[in-house]
């Protein structure tokens, strides 16, 4: 038997930008799940920001981030009191999103990619990828691609910056990145 393996583009271009009520820089939602879900009611969610100040970060209780620096000098965050740099590009750093934390940009405006997961629902990774290899869809699990840098072609399907692909269903697929793409592996953990 055989399924028929499909390729949901998400193009940068039509993502609307959402202003953060401090008005500290603006949010780009890639997608989430379930579908429409707003910040109380994901499993999980991705997000590209624009950060333009310094400033505290919201509180999402109950939720665990990834955040990875893809333009700019880079930011100072204050973790319930522990500093932890994020200035290298491309290297996800996970914290609790309950968890007190306090920006400081290093050096002006930085552009960062957000992956936020319900805990206790859903376990994501977060690979940043540079080279031609093949993405494996684990039966159960949800992947999406996000090009961070340069574009990417995945199974022939073109992707520019900051547009994404929501592989569905399970198989392997082939991604050809010229630049970096992000490979987030989502999977929920099962109700014992």
């Known amino acids: 038997m055989t399924s028929t393996r499909h390729i949901q583009v998400l193009r940068a271009s039509e993502r609307p930008a959402t202003p953060w009520l401090n008005g500290g820089g603006v949010t780009r939602e890639v997608t989430g799940f379930p579908s429409g879900a707003g910040l109380d009611g994901f499993d999980w969610r991705v997000s590209l920001a624009d950060v333009a100040t310094a400033g505290p970060f919201s509180s999402f209780p109950g939720v665990d981030r990834v955040i990875t620096l893809v333009e700019g000098a880079g930011m100072a965050l204050s973790v319930d009191g522990a ?96 630049g970096v793409t992000a490979a987030v592996t989502f999977r929920f953990r099962s109700a014992r």
């Open 83 to 178: 500093e932890q740099l994020v200035d290298a590009p491309f290297r996800p750093f996970a914290f609790p999103g309950d968890a007190a934390t306090d920006c400081r940009l290093l050096g002006g405006p930085v552009v960062d990619f957000n992956v936020m997961t319900r805990r206790g629902r859903v376990e994501a990774t977060v690979e940043p990828v540079s080279t031609p290899r093949r993405v494996e869809v684990p039966p159960e699990a949800t992947v999406l691609l996000v090009c961070l840098a340069g574009s990417a072609v995945i199974d022939g399907t073109p992707l520019t910056r900051y547009d994404a692909a929501l592989l569905d269903p399970p198989g392997p697929y082939d991604l050809h990145p010229d």
